[in-house]
């Protein structure tokens, strides 16, 4: 009964939200996994070097927005970087005055943080933050995620949006720990709504330097099918966890609280 409902739920991003809003092409993260970074490739729109080049998309920052149903996410396919915060905040802006409900999904800068919960404060009720924390260690997050923040700044920023009243949640996906537990069990206080689990789903094969294939291997370790069950049992009791489809495809038993609910 619980596999058929998790079933019904979405897969990937339209289970969080129903719509997306991106103003800039690239992304100074350069996350190795990142899937918008892959389709630009494909698309010959960026290439592996001017993917962290972030170019401003103008007719974006010229649009203005209608209220729409349901959930909308904020931004997908590049970050909210502190050298870009006023072209985003220009567009959250005009998002939000018409409200419209915003899930902001960032790696994220303090300084950016703060100025969303400062700025921001009047349309808190429409805003969840869902921070994207993907390790509580620093060198894999640095050779995942090259251009993103450290731990310490994440979880600060957590920390800080939490304090000031804001719906709070995290996504650990793509979890790149053995088991994310220690990292969930350092979070756990600071979320008022849900943490998401789920693996990388892009691990690009081609042309991996020597020196980082063991990077790549233990990615391939992490997520067999053992160790899954086994982050799974780690984490039965835990009420605010979520599994992506990248996990609940297989089948797992998980318990009916963790059975996620649309936008939670
Ligand atoms: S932060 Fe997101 S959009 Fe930016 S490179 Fe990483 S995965 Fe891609």
Redesign the pocket.
């Known amino acids: 009964m619980v596999g058929l409902l998790i079933k019904k739920i979405t897969a990937g991003t339209k289970e969080w939200a129903s719509s997306n809003i991106n103003i800039f092409f690239g ?5 190795r ?5 892959k389709i630009a490739i494909r698309f010959n729109r960026k290439s592996e070097d001017t ?2 080049v972030m170019e401003l998309n103008p007719n974006k920052l010229l649009q203005n927005f209608r209220r729409r149903s349901g959930r909308i996410m904020f ?5 909210i970087i502190p050298e870009f915060k006023s072209e985003c905040f220009q567009v959250l802006e005009k998002i939000l005055e018409v409200g419209n409900l915003v899930l902001i ?3 994220p800068h303090l300084e950016v943080i703060k100025a969303i919960c400062r700025d921001f404060f009047y349309y808190k009720d429409l805003i969840q933050f869902r921070f ?1 924390i993907t390790s509580i260690d620093n060198n894999l997050l640095r050779f995942w ?1 090259e ?2 923040p450290t731990f310490e700044e994440r979880f600060e920023s957590l920390k800080f949006a939490f304090k000031m009243n804001y719906k709070t949640s995290v996504s650990i996906e793509p979890f790149l720990d053995s088991n994310p537990k220690k990292l969930i069990d350092t979070i756990y206080p600071y979320i008022s709504e849900t943490i998401w689990i789920g693996k990388m789903n892009y691990i690009s094969q081609n042309k991996i330097p020597k020196e980082d294939r063991a990077n790549y291997k233990k990615i391939r370790m992490i997520y067999s099918h053992k160790n899954l069950l086994s982050i799974i049992h780690s984490l039965e009791s835990y009420k605010k966890v979520r599994y992506k489809d990248s996990i609940r495809k297989y089948d797992f038993q998980i318990p009916s609280y963790q059975a996620p609910k649309l936008f939670n």
């Open positions: 992304c100074q993260h350069n996350c996994y990142c899937y918008a970074k993917w962290k931004p997908t396919s590049h970050d999904t960032t790696k994207t995620e251009g993103a």
